[in-house]
Structure formats: structure tokens, C-alpha cells
């Protein structure tokens, strides 16, 4: 999709359109904390873009329209836009909220060709959802993934199987998945630039500087993917993060942000049948450097109770050096889903604490967050800074190393 957020944004408040609107953290006349999720292609003229600071933002669009994100919004149309992609195949791996690979092999024969099939699917999302979204068409993912990039917004990029080496060859090496800030400088120490200049080299060589992830590189770099569309995978991890206003110091306040993360979090993995063997919990100081601290259980759980404690623990053994705090955050990883995962002997021990907490899921997930909260939560400061919530998926992707 094209500036999702943003573009739902524009649609639902037709006197956005034709503005920069940037969603994200609030600015707060450009001393906000934060970042930037999303942002208008009129945003980006003003060189604005994702993951951008919203402090940095605001400083070269100060006049620009600055919105808290509507997850909410943002999921439904999300479900419709996979409805629509699943009326043409059964084959739809989403890979975002916004985003998603399709398998149309089996559909041209009763649908046209992939340029019709593609067309077809712009008119839809146009028609029903009122936005626009830009298709790549390849023999294989990485390849449609760089064409679906290539000519935003409403675009659509084909690329044949002959045309394949010739498509990647000119671009910059930071297209390819895998390369970020970390191996962007190798590849340029040995001279390798561009994805063809990657091809042209020899696999031992690449092998040889990267080890397993050389192979990984090369074969991407000549259009070598033999990965199939998978139509689900699990979750790797889930996460929820605060970034406050001000840098803090006061133990109460960060018990109490602590405590409305693992409450979310729980709540979210209760809700989708995960449990979790692996508690992380990350701290960002004031001087931005930043802390992670895990500690893995010997069975699975998505107790609210055993996850508490475990985070509490690790924050109180963490040593904060007498700086303030800019960032908490919380995470599970290494799950399960209920249905396979074991009946932890702390979920038994805790099975009255936790009855709970199923109750105010009922209540939560039919009428949403704020219908009812624990009551130590009531006035907590910060829970309207819930700015990062993660569902990492299992799955190889674009991602950076």
C-alpha cells in the first residue's frame, strides 16, 4: 500500500489530501520524542521519512499536519485489503499490516494474465477502500518485493524471468535484503556497489568475506529465491514500548509503565494463543544508549503474574548508572501457541491470580482497552505514549542486519 497510515488519514479527512501529514509521535513544536510511522508523499518532498525522529521531522515541516496513529483504523482496513488479495488466490502471505506477497500461478487461467490479475487488484483496493497501492510482478519474491518499490504511488512493475539480472544489476547494494548499516560498509571496502557488481563476483569470494550469509547474498544478487508464498507463519516475537516526554527517574512511575506494558502484552498474546518462553525487557537512557536484559523460563507461559515478575526482577537488577530513563520496553519471543505448547507448572500455580486478568481480556477485546483498566493504572501518565507495538514474524524478509 502507498503511505498506508497516511493515506487513511487523507481519505477519512478529505481536507488532508494534497498536504504533508506525518503520523507519528506528537511534535510538541518540534521537542517531541518519538518517530515518524508514516508519512504523505507530500511529507516526503520535505525530506520526511519513516523511522525519522519527530523532532527532525517537525524541523523541516513545521507547518505540516502531525497525527497519533488510529491502530485500530489502520488493522480494519488492513483485514479488508487481505479479503480483497484473498478473492484471487488462496495464496496471500501478508508480511505487514500493508503488505503482502500473492502466488497467482494457479489464477491466470481463470483470471488473465498477471498484468490483468494486478490491474484488477489496484481497481479493487481503489473502488472499496478508496486508496492506491503499487504491485510488483517477478518469477519470485525478493524480485517482486524491489519492483513493487520502484514506481510508488499506484505503480505496477513487471520483470521476466530473462529480464531478471538485468533489473537488479544497476541498483545499489542497500536494496538487497539482508544489507544494512552494519554490512553496507564491508561490501564497499571490496569495491561492490551495485547488486550487479555483487552477481558478477565469484560465490566463493562472497562465501569467503560472509560466510553463510555470502551465499545468502549472491544468489539473491543474481534473482536466485526459491521460497514458496506461505500463507502462515507464527509470530517470532511480540513487544510493547513507551518512550516518555521527559526522561525519568521516579521509581513509581516506572513500576506503574512497567506494569501497563506486561498487561498489554499479555493481553495481546493471550488473544491471539501465544505463550512465551522468553521475557526481554529493553531500556533506552537519556544518553540513548540502550539495554536489553532476557531471561528464559523452563516451560511456556502468558501468565500476566509470572511475566510481572520476571520483568520486575530483571529491571531491578538493571543498573541505571543514575541516568534517566527515556525508553521502556517489554517483549516475549520464543513462542507457542497454547494449543501446543505445555501447561506450565507456574501457570498452575498462579491459575486463580490469572482468572482475572481473562476476565478483563472478555471485557477488553469486546469493548476495548480503556472500557477497564487494573485500578493502579487509572492514573498513570504515560499510556497514551504506547508508541511501539510489535508482531515480529518468523519468516525471512527485508529486513536489516
Known sequence: MDAF???VEQRDHPEYKGLPVIVGADPKDGKGRGVVSTCSYEARKYGIHSAMPISQAYRLCPLGIYLRGRMSVYQSVSRQL???LSDFTSLVEPLSIDEAFL?????IRLLGTPEKIARKIQQRIADELHL???IGIAPNKFVAKIASDLNKPNGLVIVEEHQIRDFLAPLPISKLWGVGKKTQPIFLKYGIRTIGELANSSKERIVTIFGNSGLHFWNL???IDDRDVVTHTPAKSVSQEITFDKDIDDLTELHKT?????TELTRLIRKDHYKAKTITLKVRLADFSTFTRSHTLSDFTDSFNLIHSVISDLFHRFNCHNKKIRLLGVAVSNLNTQQGGQISIFDQENQEKDKADKVLDLIQN??????IQKGTLIDLKHRDRLTDQKIKQDKPGPGKR
Do not use: H
Open 5 to 7: 497510515f497516511a493515506a
Open 366 to 371: 469486546k469493548f476495548g482497552v480503556d472500557a
Open 82 to 84: 487481505m479479503q480483497i
Open 132 to 134: 492506491t497501492a503499487s
Open 221 to 223: 544478487a543474481n534473482g
Open 103 to 107: 502466488d497467482i500461478t494457479g489464477s
Open 258 to 262: 512497567l506494569l501497563y506494558l506486561v
